[in-house]
Nanobody, 122 residues
Framework: VQLQASGGGLVQAGGSLRLSCAAS???????MGWFRQAPGKEREFVAA????????HYADSVKGRFTISRDNAKNTVYLQLNSLKPEDTAVYFC?????????????????WGQGTQVTVSS
């Protein structure tokens, strides 16, 4: 499995971005997640979605502002980022889970993309 994240960029506070994670290999039946890592901080869970999109889970810090979705026909997972804040600045990573249930721990995910930078200016 290979994951390629894209869509990051520089945006003003209050703006929006849509991140994409294109996968090669078998991911259509896997939980997929997004994580982020800000400078000097540990990587943290952002959002995850089950294989059919029927269940999603978000970190409290992004709930109501970010939306995760997936298109299994395109083997792609998306993260819509709205109402962005400077504290959302980080490298965003997509990842494939080992499990069919959603977990927020990093070690539940066995494949990772290379990350895409999101910078929110105030």
């Amino acid at each position: 499995v290979q994951l390629q994240a894209s869509g990051g960029g520089l945006v003003q506070a209050g703006g929006s971005l849509r991140l994409s994670c294109a996968a090669s290999g078998r991911t259509f039946d896997a939980v997929m997640g997004w994580f982020r890592q800000a400078p000097g901080k540990e990587r943290e869970f952002v959002a995850a979605i089950t294989w059919n999109g029927g269940n999603t889970h978000y970190a409290d810090s992004v709930k109501g502002r970010f939306t995760i979705s997936r298109d299994n026909a395109k083997n792609t997972v998306y993260l819509q980022l709205n109402s962005l804040k400077p504290e959302d600045t980080a490298v965003y990573f997509c990842a494939k889970s080992r499990y069919s249930l959603i977990y927020t721990e990093l070690n539940a995910y066995d494949y990772w993309g290379q990350g895409t930078q999101v910078t929110v200016s105030s």
